[in-house]
């Protein structure tokens, strides 16, 4: 009797075709704000963001996100809409009225329905990013998202 070899197993993110690419944050250059309170999805995007090639910095609420859009030159936001202290959208109304160059905003939301996805963009939202966060999303909305930074 003899046993099949062991399978090897690939890493984790291996389901789609530019998984674990380190060249993605060079052919699509962003700098980008993570604005999230879960710990647990903190840490989510940071390591898909990481995997992309990009360096992370993460607030954990929207008041902290529109004090560091005010000093930084971000030009990508990936935006939790449920936050305490100060939500999602409206730290997306207080930076669109802000006299700075304009980031693009995905919304990071469990809530996929029409109408919530219309109130991301009734705030000043760009795009959207559905939860649970999964790479192959991040990948698609951070290419429209370099896509739309270059013609700026
Ligand atoms: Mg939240």
Redesign the pocket.
């Given at each position: 009797m003899f046993s099949a070899p062991e399978k090897v197993h690939q890493a984790t993110f291996n389901s789609g075709s530019e998984l674990v690419d380190t060249t993605f944050a060079e052919r699509y250059p962003l700098d980008i704000l993570i604005a999230?309170?879960?710990f647990v999805n903190q840490k989510l995007i940071e390591r898909i963001l990481i995997r992309l090639g990009y360096r992370t910095e993460t607030v954990s609420d929207g008041a902290q996100a529109v004090n560091s859009i005010g000093k930084s030159n971000y030009n990508v936001i990936l935006m939790?809409v449920?936050?305490p202290e100060m939500d999602g959208l409206e730290a997306t109304r207080m930076i669109r009225k802000m006299a700075i160059k304009q980031p693009y905003i995905i919304a990071m939301t469990a809530n996929v329905m029409t109408s919530d996805r219309e109130e991301c963009v009734q705030y000043g939202m760009n795009n959207y990013i559905p939860k649970p966060i999964c790479m192959d999303e991040v990948i698609s909305k951070l290419k429209i998202a370099a896509e739309y930074c270059s013609k700026e």
């Open positions: 999230e309170d879960n939790d449920r936050m």
